[in-house]
């Protein structure tokens, strides 16, 4: 499966911004699908992730609360909302993917498929 992260930006802290993940050369909707980031200096981390159906999501410590991850099977489609963003939030953003019934997870190694990343840009 192929992916490409769009909407990345600049956008002012405390404002928000939609990541889109589009899935292409097969159905993900056997897929857990998962975002990633990598700021500058620094390795990349994982942000959220979502099951095969959408029914359940995890998050890191560092985006609970502001950042949700859904998804669109039908059209192979992959969204995180960020809200409230923060100047550390700046970062190249990755989606992943893998296929699985099973939980979403944040371990990196778990996922088999990539796409290149999307800036973002918390500045004001």
């Known amino acids: 499966v192929q992916l490409q992260a769009s909407g990345g930006g600049l956008v002012q802290p405390g404002g928000s911004l939609t990541l889109s993940c589009a899935a292409s050369?097969?159905?993900?909707?056997?897929?857990?699908m998962g975002w990633f980031r990598q700021a500058p200096g620094k390795e990349r981390e994982f942000v959220a992730a979502i099951n095969w159906s959408g029914g359940r999501t995890t998050y890191a410590r560092s985006v609970a609360g502001r950042f949700t991850i859904s998804r669109d099977n039908a059209n192979n489609m992959v969204t995180l909302q960020m809200n409230r963003v923060k100047p550390e939030d700046t970062a190249v953003y990755y989606c992943?993917?893998?296929?699985?019934?099973?939980?979403?997870?944040?371990?990196?190694?778990?996922?088999?498929?990539w796409g290149r990343g999307t800036l973002v840009t918390v500045s004001s």
């Open positions: 992943a993917a893998v296929i699985s019934r099973g939980d979403p997870t944040s371990d990196e190694r778990y996922y088999d498929s």
């Open positions: 050369g097969r159905t993900v909707s056997n897929f857990v």
